[in-house]
């Protein structure tokens, strides 16, 4: 497959560059956030203040946006980070975290519409009602339960097609089988650890790693690969791990040494392109 190629090449390109990406994310993750980013070869800087948003953003080579456990300060940073980010022409990525849920987060996610993202990483209820949030679906209504998703990942395919459609980028569903899409391209990828839903900060750090990789590929490729190494070693740290302290120690373990071999091979096996017309 071509798609294993370039996700081979975007991993060495991260290596080799890497990239700063500068995340706003939440303090219950930001530590496994940046030390994901760190893994797999990125720079990481975490931000908070609406003051930094412009001199980090022009510095960096990609930008990160996690809307979970917001502070007062965010209805007003995460919006201009958004904002530097496209003024700059640098690729981002959002994480709409439980979207839906409040009146504030609700309001900041209608605001994001104004500045696209290039990606958008969530479970099938975020997406669901991320695509609501934007009104860009109403035939499809997602419900939230915190930061769970009460939606299978097929559930969300119209919604993250809109999505898609919008931002012209792409839309990562994470769920059992992972559903990235494109323009006019549609992919599942199996595999993974179900351990991975016992640690927090999962789902964001993945978000992370994927604006990582958006440093040094176009959107799909972005997602594709972000997705496909955390399936890949989350599965590798399954096997060593004595339980969940030591898989999440082990899954970064795993991120900082991918074998581009092991992930060609592991692509071929869980990587499927999903027909879409």
């Given at each position: 497959?071509k798609?294993?190629f370039e996700?081979?090449?975007?991993?060495?390109?991260?290596?080799?560059?890497?990239?700063?990406?500068?995340?706003?994310?939440?303090?219950v993750?930001?530590n496994?956030?940046?030390?994901?980013?760190?893994?797999?070869?990125?720079?990481?800087?975490?931000?908070?203040?609406?003051?930094?948003?412009?001199?980090?953003?022009?510095?960096?080579?990609?930008?990160?946006?996690?809307?979970?456990?917001?502070?007062?300060?965010?209805?007003?940073?995460?919006?201009?980070?958004a904002k530097?980010?496209?003024?700059?022409?640098?690729?981002?990525?959002l994480?709409?975290?439980?979207?839906g849920?409040?009146?504030?987060?609700?309001?900041?996610?209608?605001?994001?519409?104004?500045?696209?993202?290039?990606?958008?990483?969530?479970?099938?209820?975020?997406?669901i009602?991320?695509?609501?949030?934007?009104?860009l679906q109403?035939?499809?209504?997602?419900?939230?339960?915190?930061?769970?998703?009460?939606?299978?990942?097929?559930?969300?395919?119209?919604?993250?097609?809109?999505?898609v459609?919008?931002?012209?980028?792409?839309?990562?569903v994470?769920?059992?089988?992972?559903?990235?899409?494109g323009?006019?391209?549609?992919?599942?990828?199996?595999?993974?650890?179900?351990?991975?839903?016992?640690?927090?900060?999962?789902?964001?750090?993945?978000?992370?790693v994927?604006?990582?990789?958006?440093?040094?590929t176009?959107?799909?490729?972005?997602?594709?690969?972000?997705?496909?190494?955390y399936k890949?070693?989350?599965?590798?740290?399954?096997?060593?791990?004595?339980?969940?302290?030591?898989?999440?120690?082990?899954?970064?373990?795993?991120l900082?040494?991918?074998?581009?071999?092991?992930?060609?091979?592991?692509?071929?096996?869980?990587l499927?392109?999903?027909?879409?017309?």
């Amino acid at each position: 497959m071509k798609e294993v190629f370039e996700i081979v090449k975007a991993v060495e390109e991260v290596r080799s560059q890497n990239p700063l990406v500068v995340s706003w994310t939440n303090f219950v993750t930001i530590n496994f956030v940046a030390n994901a980013q760190l893994a797999v070869g990125g720079r990481a800087a975490m931000c908070f203040l609406p003051d930094e948003a412009n001199p980090i953003t022009y510095l960096a080579k990609a930008v990160y946006i996690n809307m979970g456990t917001l502070q007062p300060i965010a209805a007003e940073s995460i919006p201009q980070a958004a904002k530097s980010a496209v003024e700059f022409n640098k690729p981002w990525t959002l994480d709409p975290v439980a979207a839906g849920l409040g009146d504030t987060r609700n309001c900041i996610i209608k605001e994001l519409k104004r500045c696209p993202p290039n990606i958008i990483r969530g479970n099938a209820s975020e997406v669901i009602a991320l695509a609501n949030l934007w009104n860009l679906q109403t035939s499809q209504k997602g419900k939230v339960e915190g930061v769970d998703s009460t939606n299978t990942v097929d559930e969300a395919f119209q919604s993250a097609a809109e999505l898609v459609k919008f931002t012209g980028g792409a839309v990562a569903v994470s769920g059992e089988t992972d559903l990235i899409l494109g323009n006019k391209k549609a992919y599942h990828i199996t595999g993974g650890s179900k351990m991975l839903k016992s640690i927090t900060g999962a789902g964001c750090s993945l978000g992370g790693v994927i604006a990582v990789f958006s440093a040094v590929t176009d959107s799909l490729t972005a997602a594709l690969t972000g997705s496909l190494v955390y399936k890949w070693a989350s599965q590798k740290a399954q096997k060593s791990a004595a339980g969940t302290a030591s898989f999440q120690n082990d899954f970064i373990d795993n991120l900082s040494l991918i074998s581009v071999d092991e992930l060609s091979e592991y692509a071929q096996k869980h990587l499927r392109e999903v027909n879409i017309q």
